[in-house]
């Protein structure tokens, strides 16, 4: 155990760079991106001190140029999961045990790793593989990963710091003890970030995990399992295996020692994990713990005051930044009327300077959709708006695969506040507007309270800062992260810890103390100086 009271390096957050014409950083990334082009990439599965290829292996192909093939996986069958399972049961022997400073160090190398000599690479696999601009790859898979892991080691020592009070006879102290068992980590292509936070914060905290990372962000998944080797994080702690979902989760989840989950994705994948762990229940040696972050129909509401021009940038940004593929997206507004043409004019102008391309072109705003199943959706309920009587279509609606799934920034404008695309999750660069009149301020709030099972983000504009409270309090349950006069996306680590209720995961707050409070089993200690030798209480007295 280690011999003194030790403070960690406080946290700050990453400063973004700019990767304006000219930097360093712009070239180097630009010549990590080549190099992920020039090189066949085999990922493989990593299990222990293993690095295991299969026969059954997935390709890579970037989603911006779907022709091009710049890498395979291996994917896991059954004999690789049970192995997976088996070693990190093993490794949790040492780790659960090693003193937490160590474990702490670990993490914080691995940030400096990531801040340091694995910035570009990490980047640039972020761009190739989910196709994010450099500004989207640097946010995600350079700065937030590297305030998850630091603000992550400064969260563990104020949660080991909550003690118990104790008097002249009795000391009393709280340990944080890992979880019995394994963790299953599911991570999805859109934030490389949440990758690799997911098993690194159950690690963190003492647990071992078994990782199964999305098909579509395998070559930022490699990087990550690069810089946890290199920051020495000890063989078997986190396993990182691609299988088939349905044969992995039933394998992992019918396991004695599955100790919780730690899930990001949609929501009908995450109600059937939740559903499965009910089912088998009977077999656990422990309570699983279930934390999840999932869908989000997220929205911004436009109050009479609001400033025209901001509102356009909160929709461009907040709907179209990394093609609205954000769980935190801008999918549906409500604008008041009389601010309407402005917003529309604004918007308009705005839209019509964006463009659209691969990311190894860095003048481009936006890039393609990360697959075939997510363009074809896509294309479909924009067909539908340009027929139904209900909608318009009034910017983009335009879309080409022939090279990359390629979708224009969509702007549908409905007189029907329960219209499909006000209410169903799309995952794209579409967002559905609802004008109202501005008398109907209070049944506009109350709309957008009832009109989707969701609750992640949202965001309100007004320049009354009456509207502002009034908003606050009756959109209190339907967003766990609410923003007043700004986009509903960006959160950043320490700052705006993020997760949603309702339809939207467990709110446990990714980026804070919550989430890590998940993956410890508290242990009361209490040690007597003086232990009583006579049952008899003094009332017993005569």
């Not at 022709?67 to 399972?85: H, P």
């Not at 003890?177 to 999805?188: H, K, M």
């Not at 549906?332 to 917003?343: F, H």
């Not at 989707?452 to 309100?460: P, Q």
């Amino acid at each position: 155990m280690g011999k003194g009271f030790f403070n960690v390096p406080v946290a700050v957050n990453e400063p973004i760079l700019s990767y304006a014409p000219g930097t360093h950083e712009r070239e180097e990334v630009l010549r990590a991106y080549q190099e992920f082009y020039a090189t066949q990439t085999a990922v493989p599965l990593y299990i222990g001190d293993e690095e295991i290829t299969t026969k059954d292996t997935g390709e890579i192909r970037p989603p911006h140029d779907h022709q091009n093939v710049v890498g395979t996986y291996s994917r896991a069958g059954k004999k690789e999961v049970k192995k997976a399972i088996k070693v990190a049961l093993e490794a949790r022997k040492e780790w659960s045990k090693l003193p937490w400073e160590q474990r702490a160090g670990i993490f914080l190398k691995a940030a400096e790793l990531i801040a340091g000599p694995y910035r570009a690479r990490i980047n640039a696999a972020t761009m190739v593989n989910q196709s994010k601009t450099v500004f989207q790859a640097e946010i995600d898979a350079a700065c937030e990963l590297i305030d998850f892991l630091r603000f992550n080691v400064e969260y563990m020592t104020e949660i080991y710091a909550e003690q118990p009070e104790s008097t002249s006879g009795a000391w009393n102290r709280l340990e944080y003890r890992p979880l019995e068992g394994f963790i299953y980590c599911i991570s999805p292509f859109n934030f490389t970030a949440i990758a690799g936070n997911l098993p690194a914060s159950a690690a963190l905290m003492g647990n071992v995990t078994v990782w199964k990372p999305s098909d579509h962000q395998m070559l930022s998944a490699n990087v990550i399992m690069e810089v946890f080797k290199e920051a020495g994080v000890p063989d078997g702690v986190i396993n990182m295996v691609n299988a088939d979902p349905v044969m992995m989760t039933k394998e992992v989840l019918g396991h004695e020692d599955f100790a919780g989950v730690h899930f990001t994705g949609s929501t009908t994948v995450f109600k059937g994990l939740w559903e499965q762990i009910g089912k088998n229940i009977h077999k656990y040696k422990t309570y699983p713990r279930i934390v999840g972050e999932t869908g989000g129909k997220d929205f911004i509401v436009a109050h009479k005051t609001a400033i025209p021009q901001q509102v356009a940038t909160a929709i461009t940004r907040g709907a179209f930044e990394f093609q609205g593929q954000k769980c935190s997206a801008a999918s549906r507004a409500y604008i008041s009327e009389s601010i309407w043409a402005d917003v529309k004019e604004a918007l308009g102008k705005d839209l019509e300077s964006i463009t659209m391309g691969s990311p190894g072109d860095m003048s481009n705003f936006m890039t393609a959709v990360i697959h075939e199943g997510s363009f074809d959706k896509l294309a479909k309920y924009i067909d539908a708006a340009k027929k139904s009587k209900k909608a318009e279509v009034i910017f983009g609606g335009g879309y080409d695969k022939s090279e990359g799934y390629f979708i224009e920034p969509t702007v549908i404008v409905t007189t029907d506040p329960n219209y499909e695309t006000m209410e169903t999750e799309l995952f794209g660069p579409v967002i559905t507007i609802y004008v109202y009149k501005d008398k109907n301020w209070e049944e506009t709030l109350k709309l957008v309270d009832e009109t989707s099972i969701y609750a992640l983000t949202g965001a309100v504009l007004s320049q009354d800062r009456y509207a502002l409270s009034q908003a606050t309090d009756a959109l209190q349950n339907c967003a766990g992260n609410f923003y007043l006069n700004d986009k509903p996306t960006g959160a950043v680590v320490g700052q705006q810890p993020f997760g949603g209720a309702r339809a939207s995961g467990t709110n446990d707050k990714a980026g804070s103390k919550l989430n890590l409070l998940r993956w410890v089993s508290p242990r009361m200690i209490k040690e007597t100086f003086v232990t009583p030798t006579d049952y008899r209480y003094p009332f017993l007295g005569e």
